[in-house]
């Protein structure tokens, strides 16, 4: 398991950690490969409250799909099987994957923190994550977009509202604006 951004928000123990992935990836194959979610509970208790959580799937260094939630809205074990499962089969962006590719990507996972409202000269690029709104337009980049491309605040702040099919300046203008942490992990 690789730990691919430092320790923020929820705050997984690395044995909580291993067997999320190990959840995920059962879902993956078990879903592509028989068209069901597998059955069982966790061992750890903490992975069945309620929680928020995204799936991204690599493949090799380029991305392959990437879904999630950020209300709880079930356990977060389920929820990491829903996104997994989400993330592989409807990302429209991508066409659904295949059988020969399940053993060839990689997971990573976003436990999200609750979402805040927050003004945009306290954004911290590579911290926080930020979802806007404005109107119908809805966009949503991760923490650890900002790291991976080198973005500043500015950048990261326009790239959001790029991403919601919005002008990249919407944020100076009365659009709702939320951060959130995420604890990021990955195989």
Same mark, same amino acid.
């Given at each position: 398991?690789?730990?691919? *951004?430092?320790?923020?928000?929820?705050?997984?123990?690395?044995?909580?950690?291993?067997?999320? /992935? %190990? $959840?995920?990836? &059962?879902? @993956?194959?078990?879903?592509?490969?028989?068209?069901?979610?597998?059955?069982?509970?966790?061992?750890?208790?903490?992975?069945?409250?309620?929680?928020?959580?995204?799936?991204?799937?690599?493949?090799?260094?380029?991305?392959?799909?990437?879904?999630?939630?950020?209300?709880?809205?079930?356990?977060?074990?389920?929820?990491?099987?829903?996104?997994?499962?989400?993330?592989? *089969?409807?990302?429209?962006?991508?066409?659904?994957?295949?059988?020969?590719?399940?053993?060839? /990507? %990689? $997971?990573?996972? &976003?436990? @999200?923190?609750?979402?805040?409202?927050?003004?945009?000269?306290?954004?911290?690029?590579?911290?926080?994550?930020?979802?806007?709104?404005?109107?119908?337009?809805?966009?949503?980049?991760?923490?650890?977009?900002?790291?991976?491309?080198?973005?500043?605040?500015?950048?990261?702040?326009?790239?959001?509202?790029?991403?919601?099919?919005?002008?990249?300046?919407?944020?100076?203008?009365?659009?709702?604006?939320?951060?959130?942490?995420?604890?990021?992990?990955?195989?």
């Amino acid at each position: 398991m690789e730990e691919l *951004t430092a320790k923020r928000g929820a705050g997984l123990s690395p044995e909580e950690r291993e067997e999320l /992935l %190990r $959840i995920a990836r &059962s879902a @993956l194959a078990t879903y592509i490969t028989q068209g069901r979610m597998p059955d069982g509970t966790p061992a750890h208790m903490n992975l069945s409250a309620p929680g928020s959580a995204f799936v991204t799937l690599r493949s090799g260094a380029r991305l392959r799909g990437c879904i999630g939630y950020t209300e709880p809205h079930a356990p977060l074990y389920r929820t990491v099987q829903e996104c997994v499962v989400a993330a592989a *089969t409807e990302d429209p962006r991508y066409p659904p994957v295949t059988a020969g590719e399940v053993d060839h /990507l %990689r $997971i990573e996972i &976003s436990v @999200l923190s609750p979402l805040t409202p927050v003004r945009p000269a306290d954004v911290v690029p590579g911290v926080h994550g930020l979802k806007i709104r404005k109107g119908e337009h809805r966009g949503l980049l991760l923490p650890q977009v900002a790291l991976e491309q080198g973005w500043d605040r500015e950048r990261f702040l326009s790239q959001v509202c790029v991403k919601a099919g919005l002008a990249g300046d919407a944020w100076k203008e009365e659009a709702e604006l939320y951060s959130f942490t995420a604890d990021v992990f990955g195989e």
